[in-house]
């Protein structure tokens, strides 16, 4: 026979998981008279390698009045050789900062991609908060000469900060004699502290 027919014949069996299986491929060659023979080839197919994720954003340093990006989870994707369609898990946790040190704190964002075979990969952004930044004292009494019977009790100043909404106010007053006992000059001091130690 010239023109012996072949056929090819494929079994799958499944393997422990959706990408992991065994492929076995039988040839048959048949003559004109009936005559066969067949030849096999056994395929493996494994899994092993881990998804790539992408897009991942980068570490964060940021203040306590800054806005961060509530956009971030949906823009994490992954790839993969064999799944088409990688899951893609979110875990969001947080540390407090110094204790007592007002809206301090670091996020850690972790991003893990898992395919069809449990093979997976992790990536994750950090986000430090911090406060740097010392309070603003306002409307401080002007400098002022006046009578000795005229002198008042001092009239605190208005205090304010990004991350604490109850920083500490305290006076230093400090009093100069002058040429006489009721000729002196007063220094009124105020000094803000937020929870964080700015001054």
Not at 85 to 97: L, M, P, Q, R
Not at 111 to 118: H, I, K, L, R, S
């Amino acid at each position: 026979d010239n023109d012996v027919e072949i056929t090819v014949e494929d079994a799958r069996a499944n393997g422990d998981c959706e990408d992991s299986y065994v492929l076995t491929r039988t040839w048959t060659a048949a003559d004109d008279c009936g005559n066969t023979s067949t030849g096999v080839q056994v395929i493996t197919v494994i899994d092993t390698q881990e998804p790539v994720l992408a897009n991942v954003p980068g570490d964060i340093v940021a203040g306590c009045d800054e806005t961060i990006d509530a956009g971030f989870a949906n823009q994490v994707t992954a790839t993969d050789n064999c799944d088409d369609n990688v899951e893609v898990t979110f875990e969001e946790t947080s540390d407090a900062g110094t204790e007592g040190c007002a809206g301090t704190v670091t996020i850690t964002r972790t991003w893990t991609a898992t395919d069809n075979c449990g093979n997976s990969t992790s990536a994750s952004q950090t986000i430090s908060i911090t406060d740097d930044t010392a309070p603003v004292i306002s409307n401080v009494p002007a400098d002022a000469t006046i009578e000795c019977d005229a002198v008042a009790d001092a009239v605190a100043p208005t205090v304010t900060d990004d991350c604490d909404a109850t920083p500490a106010l305290a006076l230093d007053e400090q009093r100069v004699n002058g040429d006489c006992e009721d000729s002196y000059t007063l220094v009124r001091t105020w000094t803000a502290t937020d929870a964080c130690g700015n001054s």
